[in-house]
C-alpha cells in the first residue's frame, strides 16, 4: 500500500486524521498570536514572502490581516505540510516583517476520515472518502 500521513490531529474527539501525501498540501495558512517587527503590519493587505518551516524557502504569498489582528496567507503555490503550532513568518525582501503561530481552527481537509474503536479505544481501522470509500486495516 501507499503510505499513509497526519493531516490533522483532533485532541477534543481523541482522533488522528490520516490522508496521502497530496493531502498534505495547501495555498492557505492561518495565523495568530502574530507580532509584527515595527510594531504594527505595513497595510491591511499586502504581498510578502513567507515561510511556514525553517529550512523552507521563502514563498510568494498574499497577506491579510484580519480586525482582529489574525492573518491569513494566501501561497501563490500550494506547500507541503503547513503545520498547526509551527510559525510562520513574513518577510519583504531580506527584511522579517514579522511572524506568528499557525492556527489549527480554521484548517479545511480535503479528505474526511472516521476513526473507529473498540470499547477498550483499540484502534479498528480507518476510512476516508475522497471520490470512492476506502478502508485501510491497521
Do not use: M
Not at 500500500?1 to 493531516?7: D, F, I, K, R, T
Not at 497577506?63 to 501561497?75: C, I, N, P, Q
Not at 531580506?94 to 481537509?109: F, M, N, Q
Amino acid at each position: 500500500g501507499e503510505p499513509l500521513y497526519v493531516v490533522k490531529i483532533c485532541p477534543e474527539t481523541n482522533e488522528v486524521v490520516l490522508g496521502r501525501d497530496t493531502d498534505l498540501y495547501t495555498r492557505e495558512a492561518h495565523v495568530g498570536d502574530v507580532r509584527w517587527i515595527l510594531g504594527a503590519p505595513p497595510r491591511s493587505r499586502f504581498r510578502c514572502r513567507a515561510k511556514t518551516r525553517y529550512r523552507q524557502p521563502e514563498r510568494d504569498a498574499t497577506l491579510t490581516v484580519a480586525e482582529d489582528g489574525t492573518v491569513t496567507l494566501l501561497f501563490d503555490e500550494p506547500q507541503r505540510a503547513v503545520t498547526p503550532g509551527q510559525a510562520a513568518v513574513f518577510y519583504d525582501g531580506d527584511t522579517v516583517l514579522g511572524g506568528g503561530k499557525i492556527w489549527a481552527d480554521h484548517e479545511i481537509l480535503i479528505v474526511l476520515v472516521a476513526i473507529l474503536k473498540n470499547s477498550k479505544h483499540q484502534l479498528l481501522g480507518v476510512f476516508y472518502f475522497e471520490k470512492k470509500y476506502e478502508t485501510f486495516v491497521l
